[in-house]
């Protein structure tokens, strides 16, 4: 019985204490990422990415209680390993989500993210050939927020076929391609200022 209680009391204050604050805030954590496969023109291979640890800093804003509308300016960093080869890739996310509160200080969102390519690279060489360098995404997840602080876990995967031609190998007839579209997990950790 004092278990019982002891959670019941924990669960009410958690719900309490739930993030009331909207405004704007500072965001920033880590992402667990790759983009896409890997075409060798000259092997006529398709690698997959290994997932690597990214990072990412912005700002957000915050409107609304129950239901809110959250957009955010994101600088991301990504990276993905290839057999011999590291693709790196910095880029702003622009995320508009959509979110409700389903339980006191936990919430689920999603939206779309707009998202602009700064630079690439492939294992040295500057990659200036990326079909375009604005593609849009798919941002959903799940945030618990005390006051005005928040983290929250959400999945990102581009949609738009985007991807990337450069020479190697002195393969001059047959460029080879990279799928630069994200698919990571994302956890952040916010404060509302």
Same mark, same amino acid.
């Given at each position: 019985?004092?278990?019982?209680? %002891?959670?019941?009391?924990?669960?009410?204050?958690?719900?309490?204490?739930?993030?009331?604050?909207?405004?704007?805030?500072?965001?920033?954590?880590?992402?667990?990422?790759?983009?896409?496969?890997?075409?060798?023109?000259?092997?006529?291979? *398709? #690698?997959?990415?290994?997932?690597?640890?990214?990072?990412? *800093?912005?700002?957000?804003?915050?409107?609304?209680? #129950?239901?809110?509308?959250?957009?955010?300016?994101?600088?991301?960093?990504?990276?993905?390993?290839?057999?011999?080869?590291?693709?790196?890739?910095?880029?702003?996310?622009?995320?508009?989500?959509?979110?409700?509160? *389903? %339980?006191?200080?936990?919430?689920?969102?999603?939206?779309?993210?707009?998202?602009?390519?700064?630079?690439? #690279?492939?294992?040295?060489?500057?990659?200036?050939?990326? #079909?375009?360098?604005?593609?849009?995404?798919?941002?959903?997840?799940?945030?618990?927020?005390?006051?005005?602080?928040? *983290?929250?876990?959400?999945?990102?995967?581009?949609?738009?076929?985007?991807?990337?031609?450069?020479?190697?190998?002195?393969?001059?007839?047959?460029?080879?391609?990279?799928?630069?579209?994200?698919?990571?997990?994302?956890?952040?950790?916010?404060?509302?200022?």
């Amino acid at each position: 019985m004092k278990n019982l209680f %002891l959670t019941l009391a924990l669960v009410f204050s958690l719900i309490s204490f739930a993030q009331t604050s909207k405004g704007f805030g500072l965001k920033a954590g880590l992402n667990y990422n790759a983009n896409g496969n890997y075409f060798d023109a000259v092997s006529m291979n *398709v #690698e997959n990415p290994d997932r690597n640890i990214g990072y990412h *800093v912005g700002i957000f804003g915050k409107l609304g209680n #129950e239901v809110y509308l959250r957009p955010e300016l994101v600088y991301t960093k990504t990276k993905s390993d290839y057999r011999n080869d590291s693709f790196e890739m910095s880029k702003f996310d622009l995320p508009v989500l959509v979110g409700i509160k *389903v %339980l006191g200080p936990i919430s689920v969102f999603g939206g779309p993210s707009f998202q602009y390519i700064l630079d690439s #690279e492939f294992s040295n060489i500057s990659i200036n050939e990326i #079909e375009s360098d604005f593609s849009v995404g798919l941002n959903f997840g799940i945030g618990f927020n005390l006051k005005k602080i928040g *983290v929250d876990l959400r999945y990102e995967r581009g949609f738009s076929n985007n991807e990337a031609s450069f020479l190697q190998n002195n393969n001059i007839a047959t460029p080879d391609r990279l799928d630069t579209r994200p698919d990571q997990l994302i956890l952040s950790l916010s404060l509302i200022l």
